[in-house]
Protein backbone atom coordinates (compact mmCIF):
# COMPACT_ATOMS: atom_id res chain seq x y z
CA UNK A 1 0.00 0.00 0.00
CA UNK A 2 1.43 3.94 -0.62
CA UNK A 3 2.19 5.62 1.70
CA UNK A 4 2.99 8.61 -0.86
CA UNK A 5 0.27 11.42 -1.51
CA UNK A 6 -0.12 10.44 -5.70
CA UNK A 7 -0.75 13.23 -7.37
CA UNK A 8 1.77 15.63 -5.08
CA UNK A 9 -0.18 19.22 -4.41
CA UNK A 10 -1.06 21.03 -7.84
CA UNK A 11 -2.88 23.76 -9.17
CA UNK A 12 -6.10 21.34 -9.21
CA UNK A 13 -6.26 20.91 -5.63
CA UNK A 14 -8.06 23.90 -3.10
CA UNK A 15 -5.48 25.08 -0.85
CA UNK A 16 -5.16 27.50 1.88
CA UNK A 17 -2.22 28.91 2.71
CA UNK A 18 1.09 29.88 0.67
CA UNK A 19 2.47 28.23 -1.80
CA UNK A 20 5.96 27.97 -0.08
CA UNK A 21 4.92 27.15 3.46
CA UNK A 22 7.30 24.44 5.14
CA UNK A 23 4.41 22.39 5.80
CA UNK A 24 1.92 21.30 3.53
CA UNK A 25 -1.15 18.78 4.52
CA UNK A 26 -3.64 17.21 2.69
CA UNK A 27 -6.84 15.51 3.99
CA UNK A 28 -9.18 13.27 2.07
CA UNK A 29 -12.25 13.77 3.71
CA UNK A 30 -16.18 13.35 3.64
CA UNK A 31 -18.26 15.81 4.85
CA UNK A 32 -20.82 13.52 5.82
CA UNK A 33 -18.31 11.18 7.83
CA UNK A 34 -17.94 11.98 11.59
CA UNK A 35 -14.97 11.46 12.42
CA UNK A 36 -13.52 14.05 9.68
CA UNK A 37 -15.93 16.33 11.62
CA UNK A 38 -13.80 15.84 14.39
CA UNK A 39 -10.76 16.29 12.43
CA UNK A 40 -12.14 19.66 11.11
CA UNK A 41 -11.99 21.17 14.40
CA UNK A 42 -7.99 20.06 14.83
CA UNK A 43 -7.47 21.52 11.40
CA UNK A 44 -8.58 24.77 12.07
CA UNK A 45 -6.94 24.90 15.39
CA UNK A 46 -3.75 23.84 13.21
CA UNK A 47 -4.46 26.31 10.48
CA UNK A 48 -5.00 29.59 13.00
CA UNK A 49 -2.09 28.48 15.08
CA UNK A 50 0.74 27.59 12.30
CA UNK A 51 -0.60 30.55 10.04
CA UNK A 52 1.88 30.83 6.73
CA UNK A 53 4.28 27.93 8.08
CA UNK A 54 0.89 25.53 6.75
CA UNK A 55 -0.75 25.15 3.71
CA UNK A 56 -3.90 22.92 3.61
CA UNK A 57 -5.83 21.34 0.57
CA UNK A 58 -8.59 19.14 0.93
CA UNK A 59 -9.65 16.32 -1.75
CA UNK A 60 -12.89 14.72 -1.21
CA UNK A 61 -13.39 10.92 -0.79
CA UNK A 62 -16.75 10.22 -0.27
CA UNK A 63 -17.92 6.85 1.29
CA UNK A 64 -21.47 6.90 -0.21
CA UNK A 65 -22.06 3.03 0.99
CA UNK A 66 -21.88 4.60 4.57
CA UNK A 67 -22.66 8.10 4.09
CA UNK A 68 -25.65 9.01 1.36
CA UNK A 69 -25.23 12.49 1.58
CA UNK A 70 -21.26 12.74 1.04
CA UNK A 71 -21.55 12.90 -2.52
CA UNK A 72 -23.73 15.59 -2.76
CA UNK A 73 -22.05 17.73 -0.62
CA UNK A 74 -18.74 16.45 -2.29
CA UNK A 75 -20.08 18.34 -5.52
CA UNK A 76 -21.54 21.54 -3.55
CA UNK A 77 -18.64 21.83 -2.37
CA UNK A 78 -17.15 21.79 -5.85
CA UNK A 79 -19.44 24.12 -7.30
CA UNK A 80 -19.21 26.56 -4.54
CA UNK A 81 -15.08 26.05 -5.51
CA UNK A 82 -16.26 27.29 -9.12
CA UNK A 83 -17.44 30.61 -7.88
CA UNK A 84 -14.45 30.96 -5.59
CA UNK A 85 -15.98 30.15 -2.42
CA UNK A 86 -14.68 26.54 -1.78
CA UNK A 87 -13.67 27.40 2.02
CA UNK A 88 -16.61 28.84 2.85
CA UNK A 89 -18.91 25.60 1.88
CA UNK A 90 -16.28 23.44 3.38
CA UNK A 91 -16.88 24.93 6.68
CA UNK A 92 -20.24 25.43 5.90
CA UNK A 93 -21.19 21.72 5.02
CA UNK A 94 -19.18 20.51 8.12
CA UNK A 95 -20.85 22.80 10.69
CA UNK A 96 -24.15 21.31 9.61
CA UNK A 97 -23.42 18.27 8.75
CA UNK A 98 -26.45 16.96 9.91
CA UNK A 99 -28.44 19.28 7.45
CA UNK A 100 -26.59 18.12 3.61
CA UNK A 101 -29.71 17.32 1.82
CA UNK A 102 -30.17 19.37 -1.53
CA UNK A 103 -32.35 22.48 -0.07
CA UNK A 104 -29.90 22.68 2.73
CA UNK A 105 -27.32 22.71 0.21
CA UNK A 106 -28.74 25.79 -1.59
CA UNK A 107 -29.27 27.40 1.70
CA UNK A 108 -25.85 27.45 2.07
CA UNK A 109 -24.83 28.71 -1.57
CA UNK A 110 -27.20 31.73 -0.70
CA UNK A 111 -25.71 32.19 2.51
CA UNK A 112 -22.32 32.89 1.26
CA UNK A 113 -22.98 34.65 -1.95
CA UNK A 114 -23.13 32.45 -4.64
CA UNK A 115 -24.65 32.96 -7.65
CA UNK A 116 -27.50 29.90 -6.44
CA UNK A 117 -28.77 29.63 -10.07
CA UNK A 118 -25.46 28.52 -11.06
CA UNK A 119 -24.84 26.39 -8.40
CA UNK A 120 -27.85 24.40 -8.49
CA UNK A 121 -27.56 24.10 -12.48
CA UNK A 122 -24.08 22.71 -11.83
CA UNK A 123 -25.84 19.67 -9.21
CA UNK A 124 -28.45 19.41 -11.46
CA UNK A 125 -25.89 18.63 -14.02
CA UNK A 126 -23.11 16.94 -11.78
CA UNK A 127 -20.90 19.35 -13.51
CA UNK A 128 -18.04 18.55 -11.02
CA UNK A 129 -18.55 15.24 -10.80
CA UNK A 130 -15.14 14.61 -12.58
CA UNK A 131 -12.76 16.35 -9.84
CA UNK A 132 -14.24 14.52 -7.16
CA UNK A 133 -13.64 11.62 -9.26
CA UNK A 134 -10.37 12.50 -9.41
CA UNK A 135 -10.02 12.98 -5.72
CA UNK A 136 -11.32 9.47 -5.62
CA UNK A 137 -8.41 8.15 -7.57
CA UNK A 138 -5.92 10.16 -6.25
CA UNK A 139 -7.02 8.79 -2.92
CA UNK A 140 -7.05 5.43 -3.97
CA UNK A 141 -3.43 5.71 -5.97
CA UNK A 142 -2.42 6.94 -2.28
CA UNK A 143 -3.62 3.77 -0.64
CA UNK A 144 -6.42 5.81 1.09
CA UNK A 145 -9.40 3.21 2.62
CA UNK A 146 -10.97 5.53 4.84
CA UNK A 147 -11.97 8.99 6.00
CA UNK A 148 -9.93 10.72 7.51
CA UNK A 149 -6.61 10.45 5.75
CA UNK A 150 -3.80 12.61 5.98
CA UNK A 151 -0.60 13.53 4.27
CA UNK A 152 2.08 15.62 5.29
CA UNK A 153 4.52 16.45 3.39
CA UNK A 154 3.22 13.66 0.74
CA UNK A 155 3.47 11.20 3.38
CA UNK A 156 0.95 9.55 4.53
CA UNK A 157 0.33 10.14 8.48
CA UNK A 158 -0.51 6.76 10.44
CA UNK A 159 -1.38 8.65 13.58
CA UNK A 160 -4.08 9.98 15.14
CA UNK A 161 -6.22 13.33 13.95
CA UNK A 162 -5.47 15.03 17.71
CA UNK A 163 -3.41 18.48 18.22
CA UNK A 164 -0.58 16.50 19.29
CA UNK A 165 -0.48 13.59 17.06
CA UNK A 166 -0.35 15.85 14.04
CA UNK A 167 1.88 18.38 15.30
CA UNK A 168 4.45 15.18 16.07
CA UNK A 169 4.02 14.37 11.99
CA UNK A 170 4.76 18.10 11.39
CA UNK A 171 7.82 18.34 13.46
CA UNK A 172 9.04 15.24 11.72
CA UNK A 173 8.37 16.19 8.59
CA UNK A 174 10.37 19.30 8.73
CA UNK A 175 12.65 18.22 11.20
CA UNK A 176 12.28 20.87 13.65
CA UNK A 177 11.48 20.45 17.20
CA UNK A 178 10.33 23.68 17.64
CA UNK A 179 8.92 25.04 14.08
CA UNK A 180 5.44 23.39 14.92
CA UNK A 181 5.13 24.20 18.68
CA UNK A 182 0.91 23.27 20.42
CA UNK A 183 -1.04 26.15 19.95
CA UNK A 184 -2.11 27.65 23.04
Given at each position: ????????????????????A????????D???????????????????????????F??????????????A???????????????????????????????????????????????????????????????????????????????????????????????????????????????
Amino acid sequence: MSTTLRPPVNERDHIAGPADAPITMVEFGDYECPICRQAETVIRALRRHLGDRMRFAFRNFPIVPAHPHAMLAAEAAEAAGAQGKFWPMHDLLFDHQDALEAPNLVEYAGLIGLDVEVFVDDLRNHRHLDHIRDDLQSGVDSGVTGTPTFFVNSRRHEGGYDVDSLLAAMRAAIGDERGAEEPR
